[in-house]
Structure formats: C-alpha cells, structure tokens
C-alpha cells in the first residue's frame, strides 16, 4: 500500500512493569551505554514522522526528551493493550506503528515493510518470524481504537486476541535478531554484542 512516513506515528510502548529484570522502568535500562528508549527512538525516527510514549513512570525522564508522553487511563494494571490505547488517542496520523521499548535492534525497515502489506481493507499488518507472531511490532490504522476500547472493555488483555478481531496481514521476517528483547542480564549482554 502506498503510505508515506509522514502518515505514521511511533507509538513506544514503555509502560511494562519489567517484572523480570527486578521492576526497573526498561526504557532507562542501558545497553552499549544508551539507554533502551534512546535506541528505539534511533530506529524509529527514519520510519515514522513523529512519535509518542505511553509511559506509567519516570514521566519527567520521557518528557524530557521532547516527545509526548502518555499514561494509561486506569490504575490498574491492563497490560500493553492499555499502552495502545494511550498511544492511539494520542496520534494525529492515520497509520501508528507498535513498538515495544525493549527491542533496541528491531528491523530498520519494520513500518515499509509493513506498510507495503497493507491493502484498503487491511486494519493491522504484524511482523512474523519463524512462525511467531511479534504482536507488538505492528502497524495499525488510528481508526482501530473504537474497536480496542471496546475490547478493553469487555475484558480483553491479551494482544494476540485483539488482532484475531481485526483484518489482518502478517509479514514474514527472514532474521529474527530485530525482535529480540531484554528480559534479563544476559538478553542485554547478547543484544550489547549485536548493536557494537
């Protein structure tokens, strides 16, 4: 389909609890010396026209980078559905590209690639590698937030069967080293390596 830059927002999704790295806020953990949203914005500011972070924390650290910042609407916990909300309400563009802070290597060229699957038709386009879905890195049409509030709503948290309510497209990656994120030590040691 034929989009340009200008038409997609960056929504980085920061808000996670980072449970599995002891509760730090994932986006200021640092990798090669950079902090994790550091990366991810390098990698995104050639794909999309603007971004937004939907954070829960550490809101003054985000802000100070000049972008817009956004907090889930609910003290509860409702995972990064509740992130895409934020993000969706957030953007002015017609397209948003999903992307989670903690894939600091992700592909260079995941919103063209995506992009060029969507048809007219098409609410959501999601990378795949090796037959797994990478749910949060996808590129969706703005319009789809009337559908996800009323997932939300009717109690839907997981990712994956929000997408199954959608028109869907999923696009194939050859190497998935760009989908690779940072759970423990040793995901950023292993990540560290790969971005020198």
Not at 88 to 105: E, K, S
Not at 164 to 180: E, I, K, M, N
């Amino acid at each position: 389909m034929d989009m340009t830059r200008e038409q997609i927002t960056a929504g980085i999704l920061a808000g996670g609890e980072g449970r599995r790295l002891g509760g730090i806020d994932k986006g200021w953990y640092e990798i090669g010396g950079r902090p994790l949203i550091e990366h991810t914005l390098a990698r995104v500011e050639t794909q999309c026209a603007r971004a937004v972070i939907s954070a829960n924390r550490s809101l003054a650290r985000y802000r100070a980078l000049n972008l817009p910042v956004h907090v889930d609407d609910s003290d509860e916990f409702r995972g990064p559905l509740a992130g895409i909300v934020s993000v969706l309400r957030a953007a002015t563009t017609p397209y948003v590209l999903i992307v989670p802070v903690d894939t600091p290597a992700m592909p260079a060229d995941l919103a063209p690639c995506l992009a060029d699957a969507m048809r007219p038709a098409t609410e959501l386009a999601v990378a795949r590698c090796e037959d797994r879905v990478q749910p949060l890195h996808a590129l969706m049409r703005r319009d789809v937030l009337a559908d996800l509030e009323t997932a939300l709503f009717a109690g839907v948290r997981a990712v994956s069967e929000w997408h199954d309510r959608l028109s869907t497209v999923t696009v194939d990656w050859p190497d998935c080293a760009g989908f690779a994120n940072i759970n423990s030590e040793d995901d950023a040691r292993a990540l560290a390596e790969r971005l020198q």
